[in-house]
């Protein structure tokens, strides 16, 4: 048997190779150990440099915000400078509807549009692809210009063009994320469901969108968070209100427009309103994000 | 092959047979006992205990599930990456305890071979080989070449090679990209060689090379292998671990000896009726 051969000899080229390189390994062991400690440290100084700022700015923004969420806060239309008991009711109406009405419009257009991309490779779903990434990338004042020339120029400004704006930034989010969620389910199910004699149509609404839902619904909240939170496409197209308006035909006030307003007022109640606004919608996008994940591994869980 | 030297007159309590079958045991290089392996607290593995003798390929092998794979990884500590994983028992290195020696070192004494081919994309054949010993910290190009030559030859790989040792070994067939990493896996000279299923994801003619290869690797380095397919156990290893999944899913070892014996006289029914493929 030549199992064990060479094993004991002094003078094997193999041996005399593993003791070399198992004494380097050892001397460089400390050296190395210091420069992975170096490295992790910096990952840490970079980490603390890139959280400093966001814990900053959320820190910040609720030190200044909290004070102003009062009652009359959450239950009375803004008032001028100077008179008592102003709040932003008619603004959380009017985010809460524009909001409403572009999610509406854009979820069954972008879910779609994402199902047609994730189930065709050709020439137009490309074309279509590049254009919502392209989209996604314009930034939101010239969404507003583009609304305010479509929309308020011919009809004037109302809640529904600011609807129009906002489902314009949200719209690409959502087909991109569609497509994503629909892409992720396993190919074989697909394969699973023809193999049965399904139609494509029915393997869709049957086995794909089902199996796609926690990642689609994810993506619309996450849509839906990032709409609420844009004020240019809002500037040109809304106009702002100091009154109650349930009527989005007409000019309505939002959250966004009443800190970009109120933070450049020289008065003290105004810019108070303003940092009560920016915390109301910097939780109510936390809220969508935090429980879009949630009910997402939610959905994940029953599904086992 | 029968080894004249081994001394008959010890074996009087046993039958001629499987005194013939058995292979003269090498010093044992690792020692497990006791080892348990869990994950969030469920035991995916328990209370494995064998002998890994020197220049022997030892077989692990079993149903899906029965835990081979996690077995392994737990010999160089690759469930350190994974947070929930926790080890119990002793594993033993010569002298060295697996469990409490720096990772790196172990790892550099215990390589390991996967599933699917994994070299680095981005280097060449010739930076993948050398790979590990620069990890290491050597930078001696003599040594460096040295152990690059030496491991490829052994992978049987230098010859189709040799005129192209930069470049990307993404332009190496399946088959050569394995023999790569396990080229790759020996230029650091480890004294044990993990290998998991390491012809799973190959064709057939390319496991038959590296089924070869292992046997001739044998003289190198000590091996250890997982495979879920009894005949490469059989062809290719001194000893099996036969391990199958307990009532509460957890791995066990059923019997553990010499492969000829295992697959031709095993003691325990459980190996019988896998061996001979009445499940699995």
Known sequence: ?304 | MIDPTTPLDEGVSLNTAQVLLDPPAGDPVMRLNDVTVAFAGRKAVRGVTFDVHEGEITALIGPSGSGKTTLLRALNRMHDTVRTASVTGSIMLGDVDVNTTDATLLRSRVGMVFQRPNPFPTMSIYENAVAGLKFNGVRKKALLDEAAESALIAAALWDSVRDRLKAHASTLSGGEQQRLCIARALAVEPEVLLMDEPTSALDPIATKRIEELVGELKHRVTIIIVTHNMQQAMRVSDRCAFLLMGEDKAGELIEFGPTARLFSEPTDPRTLDYVNGRFG
């Open chain 1, 1 to 304: 048997m030549a199992t064990t051969l060479g094993f004991d000899s002094p003078t094997d080229p193999i041996l005399e190779r593993r003791r070399r390189i198992q004494s380097v390994a050892a001397a460089s062991l400390g050296r190395r150990k210091v420069y992975s400690k170096i490295a992790v440290g910096v990952c840490w100084v970079f980490l603390a440099i890139a959280i400093v700022p966001l814990v900053g700015v959320v820190v910040y923004v609720v030190v200044k915000g909290l004070p102003a969420w009062t009652t009359d806060f959450f239950s009375h239309p803004t008032t001028p400078e100077g008179i008592p008991g102003g709040g932003v009711w008619n603004a959380i109406v009017g985010t809460a509807e524009i909001g409403f009405i572009a999610t509406a419009v854009t979820v069954p257009l972008g879910l779609l549009c994402g199902l047609f991309l994730a189930e065709s490779d050709g020439r137009t779903a490309a074309a279509v692809r590049f254009t919502a990434d392209v989209m996604t990338g314009v930034p939101s004042i010239t969404i507003g210009i583009f609304g305010y020339i479509a929309i308020v120029r011919n009809f004037g400004y109302s809640g529904l063009a600011g609807a129009f704006s906002i489902g314009i930034i949200m719209l690409p989010v959502i087909i991109r994320a569609g497509e994503t969620a629909i892409r992720g389910v396993p190919r074989s199910l697909n394969e699973a469901a023809l193999a049965l004699g399904a139609r494509r149509a029915t393997i869709a609404r049957r086995v794909v969108v089902p199996a796609a839902m926690p990642g689609i619904i994810t993506g619309v909240l996450l849509a839906v968070a990032r709409g609420l939170g844009e004020t240019a496409p809002l500037l040109l197209t809304i106009f702002g209100n100091q009154y109650m308006q349930w009527n989005p035909t007409k000019p309505m006030p939002a959250l966004p427009l009443v800190i970009y307003n109120n933070s450049s007022q020289p008065y003290a109640d105004l810019l108070q309103t303003a940092w009560g606004a920016a915390l109301l919608l910097m939780v109510i996008v936390l809220v969508l994000s935090v429980g879009s994940r949630v009910l997402a591994a939610v959905l994940q869980r029953e599904r086992r």
